[in-house]
Structures are given as C-alpha cells and as structure tokens.
C-alpha cells in the first residue's frame, strides 16, 4: 500500500527561502534490534497496533439503529475543495453510469517524481485540471474538446514538482504551485490580462505550495510546506497577512486546504496543529494539536493533518494521520469528542454523519454529534491481496463513492457500507473524483479525464 510520498524541506537562506531542498523518500527503513540467534518469547503473537489505530468495531449502543440520508441535490458547478463552497451536508445528484461518456489527454502522468495534488474543478460549462506537471487544462464538460491550455510552472523548472492546486471564483481561476507561486488567471481564456481595470496576476509565496486555496470574499487563502497560511488580495495577490504554524520536517504529500467559514480561516499544519484564524488579519482565535500521545512507530507517528477539516454550523472536525480524529467548537476551542482513528483522506459530512477512509483502509461511518462508530467496512485488496491506496470519498445520491490506485470505482451503501457496485476506470486514480451536473469526472494518473 502506497500511503504517499514522505519529504523532508530545508531553507538554504533566510533571504532565499523558495530554494528547498526536497529529498523524496520512497521507501521507509525499519531498523531491527531483534537477534536471530535467539529463541523467540513464548506465547501467541497478536497485532496490538496497526497503522493509524487498532480494530475498528461498531459501537454496540448504535445497533440496530437506522441511518437517515437527505435527498440528493444538484449541484451546477465544483468550483473548490468541497468544504469551500458547499457546506449544506447532502449528497450530490448524478446519473449513475458504468460507461464513460468521453475521455480526453490532459497532459503527463503522475509518477515516484511527479503526483498530482489537486482533484479537477469545474464551474459547470468546463472542467479545470492540472497534471503532474502543472499545465493547466480547460475542458468542455458537454463533449471534451480542450479549450486552452497553459503551463503553471516553466518548463526548466518542472523536475521534481507536483501538480497544481486550482480553486475557481468568479470568473477567475487561481492556481498554487509547486515553486511556490500563486496565479490568477481568466477563466475563459487561461490569459493573464487586463480585465475591468484589473490585471489578472503571478505572485509568490517563498515556499512550494502542495494544497489547493481557498478562495472567498476579497481575499484567497494559501498554505505552504513550511508551515505558513498566507492571505493574498484577490485583487493584485499582494499579502495581506501571513500566519506561522509549527511544522515538522518530516510530512506526507499534500496538505489540507485552508477551510473558510464565516470569519474564520481553519488552518492546518504537518505537526497536526489546527489553527482557528481572523479572516480579516490572520490573528489566532485557538488552536490545538490533533495527536495522540502513543506513538508505535516512525510512520504512524506523522502527525500531519492532510484531510480538509469540515465546518459544521458551530463545530469543527479535524482528522490527522497520526491517528487521532476530533470535534471542536469552532468559537471557543473546547473539545466535543475524540475518538482514535488516522486518516490522510478528507472527510464527508452528510446529514448527522461523517464518513471517512482511514489509515487501516477502512470506511467508516460515524455519528456527528458523539464521534461513536456507527458502521464499518473493510475495503477490497488488489486481486493479490495487497492493500491499494484509496482517493478520499465523495457522497452521490444515496452511496459513498471512491476510486483507488487499481482504477477500481466503488460505491457503498451510505447506510450500512454495504458494497452497491463497483466498475473499472483501467487506471489508477490518485485525486477524489468531482461530480458536477449530474455526472462524475475522474481525473486518472495516466492524465486523462474520463466523465461517467
């Protein structure tokens, strides 16, 4: 199982602080101080602690009880990372498909040296992807024909990045790279230019950006690698204000997108901190660290929040990989619930619960308002019984719908987790698909859009 890549960042001068260095780690040693020459302890051997957590079981005072799921909406357009734009906790209508409606090229595949980091966006006329390396692509959602395209990063310096994060406002696109720039681009042409008095603009924030912004109000919303959230002018990208998180040296590929609600800006780190901010000034409201005190290993014990923290009127859930999910009141900080689980997927809030893929490859079912576990599903290996990575879960109609490292699209039942169906995509899918009136887009590794 590929649970991604893990980095480590270095500023070579203060002044010069977009120069990282990045050591890609593909592989984890682990450094055994066992002597084979002697005999082993008596007794039976049971896993105590796997990765994120331990045996996942239903909590016994929910059983039986039923699940209710609110009818399923339309939605028009898919313009950020979920938890931006729709906060209304109902599934997505779509017309379910096992047969692709097109597919077209977007660009280069991910690979060990260049992931993509963004799912696509869409405004509803057009689908907006980046591939591995950053270009940019405008796809018709009737038919997939490209309507232009253009590269995020020059192509001197494209070795060894990642894909671009992308949030529409407006008729603005904004795209975060992976060298540490911030552009706003049209979102009919893809040109820089003079716009109502406004030129569209490039700016940089001095550290490589691996999340997708945030964009609301006057103001867009960034988060670099090394632990800072950055508030730039929707206007002219200049800084408004820059806040400083902790963070460690040692993370996962991605990050969270700063989640806006109201006010607040939620801000999260590779530490595991969690951040309530000012919108307006970037100032503190709380914060806290979302770990747990054991720490089994050098893997496990990656505290970093990579999953989008979702706002629920006043409450906050936050899950880190370092195996630890909680509730907050999004006002004053003091916790709701806690419960022992680790995930590097994005949640999804529908109704009154929460389901998540977590770091065992579970889905699980929780209520919103206790953290207890209602259902969970072990999710199906590859055809020789290994573990697959799993895109973070999207809801349609009454199903939970995901895609994993096999090309593999499964939907379970939102109400008891049962498999529904499943269907092939023939690659692997590394991005959460969108849906977007009344279908589905898979952005594959292979740098193909597919709509279902």
Request: aromatic share 6%.
């Amino acid at each position: 199982m590929e649970l991604g890549i893990f980095t480590m960042h270095f500023c070579r001068n203060k002044h010069h602080s977009k120069n990282y260095g990045l050591a890609v780690l593909t592989s984890i040693l682990l450094l055994s101080a066992c002597d084979p020459q002697k005999d082993p302890l008596p007794g039976d051997r049971k896993a105590y602690l796997s990765l994120g957590g331990g045996q996942l079981n239903a909590d016994s005072s929910l059983k039986g009880k039923a699940i209710t799921v609110p009818h399923a909406r339309n939605l028009d357009s898919f313009p950020q990372a979920l938890v931006n734009f729709d906060q209304g906790a109902t599934p997505i209508k779509i017309n379910e498909k096992t047969e692709s409606s097109w597919s077209v090229n977007i660009g280069t595949s991910a690979d060990n040296e260049h992931r993509l980091i963004s799912h696509p966006v869409s405004n509803g006329q057009f689908i907006y992807t980046s591939d591995a390396h950053g270009k940019i692509s405008a796809i018709n959602a009737a038919d997939g024909s490209v309507l232009w395209q253009f590269d995020s990063v020059p192509e001197e310096q494209q070795d060894n990045v990642f894909g671009a994060g992308l949030a529409i406002d407006g008729k603005t696109l904004f795209v975060a790279t992976a060298i540490g720039e911030v552009i706003a681009r049209d979102l009919t042409t893809g040109k820089m230019m003079w716009r109502t008095r406004e030129q569209l603009w490039r700016t940089s924030v001095d550290a490589p950006v691996r999340v997708m912004p945030a964009a609301k109000g006057d103001r867009v919303f960034v988060t670099t690698i090394d632990g800072r959230t950055v508030a730039l002018s929707k206007k002219d990208g200049k800084a408004l204000w820059t806040h400083h998180g902790l963070s460690e040296i040692s993370n996962i590929l991605g990050g969270a997108s700063p989640v806006v609600k109201d006010d607040h800006v939620v801000a999260s780190y590779s530490s595991g901190e969690v951040q309530v901010l000012r919108a307006d000034a970037g100032t503190s409201v709380w914060s806290e660290t979302i770990t747990t005190a054991l720490r089994t290993d050098s893997v496990s014990s990656i505290p970093h929040i990579v999953g989008n923290p979702i706002v629920d009127h006043s409450t906050l859930y936050v899950i880190s990989h370092g195996g630890r999910m909680a509730a907050f009141d999004l006002t004053t900080g003091l916790t709701v619930w806690q419960q022992d689980l680790g995930s590097v997927h994005s949640p999804v809030l529908i109704g009154n619960y929460i389901y998540i893929v977590d770091n065992n490859n579970n889905a699980v079912c929780l209520e919103k308002n206790s953290g207890k576990i209602v259902w969970v599903n072990k999710l199906p290996l590859s055809s020789e019984g290994k573990a697959l990575a799993w895109t973070s879960p999207i809801a349609v109609n009454d199903k939970l719908v995901m895609a994993n490292s096999a090309g593999k699209v499964l939907f379970l039942s939102l109400t008891k987790g049962e498999k529904v169906k499943e269907f092939d995509l023939k690659d692997g899918v590394s991005v959460s698909p969108i849906a977007v009136g009344g279908a589905l887009y898979f952005q594959l590794d292979s740098g193909t859009l597919v709509k279902y």
